[in-house]
Each structure stands twice: as C-alpha cells, then as structure tokens.
C-alpha cells in the first residue's frame, strides 16, 4: 500500500512503525479528528483461515477498554476487503527499544513500569479480557513517562491465541515471556499476564530475560521446571523486598501469583523499598503490686507502743499489744506479746491464726496436766515445795 492513502476517507497513512506476521501498523492522521492516530491493517491474503473472524473479535473486545494505561481504540472497520482497527498514537518508545538503549532500567523506574503496566491489565482483567502477549514491545513508554499496554489481542492473535503450541509442536508466540500453564497448552488467563509482566519486570531489571535457552522448546522446559536466579545473584541493587515480590510473579502455579491489581497497588504504595511499617506506641505497663501478707508487712512506727495499741488502718491490719513487766520480781515473762490477726475474711490468715490456737490448746493441756499429776503426787507437800522450786528427792533418814 503506497503513503498518503486515506483509510475509511479520513485516515491518511504516513509511515509504517510496525510490521507483523499478520498486519502492519502506519502512523497516520485523523483528517476529520484533526489530530495524529495509529491504523493496523490486516494482510489482504492471509493464510491463517480464521484471521479475518478472530481480527474482528479482537478489535471489539480492545474497544472494551478505556484506561490510562492502555492503548484506546478509536475506531474499527473494513475498506477493499482489509480490516483495519484505529488506536491513539503514543508519542515514545517501546520497552524493547529502552532496553536496547539503555540494557536495563534502575529499580525505581522499573517500580513506576509495573504499577501502570498492572493497572492497565487490572482494567482488562475486570473486563474479562486477557492480553496473553505481555513483552516488551507491547509496553509503550509516552513521552510523558507513563505506560499504555498496546494490542490487545491483536498481537495475540498474530502470535496464534489457540495456544502456546501449535499442531506441528513448534512455538509462534514469544516463548520468553509464556507462563507454565501456557507452554502445557492451557488457555491463558489473568496469572498468565501477571507472569509475563513478572518476565518483563526481570528483564528490565537484569538485561535479559529469566530464562534463556538455544530453542524455543528449551525455554518452555525451563519455565516448567527451572526457578529464576535472583537478579541480585547478578550483581543487581535491588532492594530485598522488591526481589522476593518479583519472584512471587514468576511462581509455576498460577493460584501463587498476586492479581494484577495487587501488583499495582503494591508497586504504587512503594511497598518494594522495604520500608519498615511504623509500630504502634507501647502502652504504658502498670507497676506490679507486691503480694504481701499481713504477717509480712513492715511494723509501722507507733507512739508510746507499749502504752497504748497502734491504730488499724483496715482490713487485714495487724495491732500488737504490750504488757509491762510484773512487780514484785514476778517469774512472768518480762514482755509478753499478743497479736491479734484480723484478716477480714482472708483465707490465708484464718488457717494460720486456727493452726497457732490449736498448738497453744495443745501446749495448755499437756502443762495443766503436768500440773495436775505433781500435785496430786504422794510426795507433794505444799510445806516444803514452792511453786517455783523444782521438786527434790527424799532420801529416808539413817537409823
């Protein structure tokens, strides 16, 4: 198709910025929207029988979406027997042309791909659309430094959506970024993508992709069963956080993978710099009461103690009596000190003031009885015995 060709009468093709196996994609100019697009052509004779049906389905589904970060579909429509589909025009580069200027990205601009890359794939996954052809040049990088998913479908299409295999066992899409269940011949869906982008993320980051391999069948093996080295491993700064999320989107079961709009948030959040989460203010710890028994408090100081009883300041107070010493040299004791144990109900008290009454009924018994058998003894006289003396022995008088 030679330049300057009006398409549907108001868009001019200019120059070709893409070329598939089955279409092409032209800068041109919306005559009638005054402003420049991008058109996709379908190949005129195109082998795959079922092209036509599925560029159709296709490009209605695209024209689903309508979000920052995916390519808008404007228009869809046949001319001289070509379909044709109409999109925005972003004024940048592909991630592939990136990496092969700059050979990998610092973490933090990979951060910023993979929040709008997941929330784009978020917005079709909740439209029940999945990409299935996530890599690097269907990333496109505005000028502005935002991120819009480009063909939708389209390149997935092109690179046979039957399968990730096709009838003669030979792979057509691109096998460095296919996830596990595709390269066993699954339907692709919304895991798929998310491991796709985690391939891309890695090759942001790295320079190359996770997996590498002198045939496409090679690769898919080692999707199955090889897990990647860790970007640090190969010299790459990259926070720990950062890395263990992104081995998280490279998991070999889907079920493991976060959802695209988990990856988003997470990446906008700036979750990947590891930043500690702030704790929470201690709560002040009270001071420990000490279990004292009344029996173990301090005596408090008391006037004239051996005059008067000291004062009880509650329940479970201790008062001590003193007596004065006997006159007379009376044998009691000098001080004789009685202590009252009022508990006010506490068990503890009660036992020991029981078990000290018992012992002293005990002693009482035992002394009256002493007592008892020295007086009524036949060698008691109460002439010659004083009560305080100890008894002597009578010897009988010598003849």
């Not at 052809?133 to 690179?159: E, Q």
């Not at 263990?244 to 988990?262: H, S, V």
């Amino acid at each position: 198709m030679k330049q300057q060709v009006l398409i549907a009468g108001r868009y001019r093709l200019n120059t070709t910025i893409g070329r598939g196996a089955m279409g092409e994609v032209w800068q041109a100019y919306d005559e009638m929207g005054g402003r420049p697009v991008a058109v996709k052509l379908l190949h005129s004779q195109n082998s795959e029988p079922t092209a036509t049906a599925r560029f159709r389905l296709e490009a209605q589904t695209a024209g689903l979406l309508s979000h920052p970060h995916v390519v808008g579909v404007l228009d869809f429509g046949e001319q001289e027997g070509r379909l044709y589909l109409v999109m925005e025009l972003v004024e940048g580069d592909s991630l592939s042309h990136v990496l092969a200027q700059a050979g990998s990205l610092p973490a933090e601009h990979v951060a910023h791909i993979a929040a709008q890359s997941a929330a784009g794939l978020s917005a079709a996954h909740d439209q029940g659309i999945v990409h299935r052809d996530i890599k690097p040049g269907n990333l496109l990088l505005g000028s502005d430094g935002s991120v819009k998913i480009a063909d939708f479908g389209i390149a997935h299409f092109m690179n046979d959506p039957s399968g990730a295999l096709t009838a003669t066992g030979q792979i057509v899409g691109t096998s460095l970024y296919i996830a596990p269940e595709r390269a066993l011949g699954q339907s692709a869906g919304p895991p798929s993508d998310v491991y796709s982008l985690g391939c891309v993320l890695y090759q942001l980051l790295t320079g190359q992709p996770p997996f590498r391999a002198g045939s496409a069948i090679a690769v898919l093996h080692h999707h199955l069963d090889t897990p990647p080295v860790p970007p640090r491993e190969l010299g790459v700064g990259l926070p720990p956080a950062f890395e263990n999320y992104l081995l998280g989107l490279l998991a070999k079961r889907p079920e493991d993978r976060p959802t695209a709009r988990q990856v988003a948030e997470w990446f906008a959040s700036g979750a990947w710099r590891g930043r500690p989460e702030p704790l929470p203010a201690a709560a002040p710890r009270p001071e420990p009461k000490p279990n004292v028994t009344a029996w173990d408090a301090p005596a408090k100081p008391r006037p004239n103690a051996a005059l008067s009883p000291a004062s009880s300041s509650g329940p479970g107070s201790v008062t001590t009596y003193a007596f004065p010493t006997g006159a007379g040299g009376s044998t009691a004791p000098a001080h004789r000190t009685r202590r009252r144990q009022r508990t006010g109900g506490r068990g503890v008290a009660v036992r020991r003031s029981k078990t000290v009454g018992t012992v002293a009924a005990v002693l009482v018994f035992l002394g009256a009885l002493l007592i008892g058998l020295a007086w009524f003894s036949p060698d008691h006289s109460s002439a010659d015995t004083s009560p305080t003396d100890p008894p002597s022995n009578t010897s009988p008088a010598t003849p």
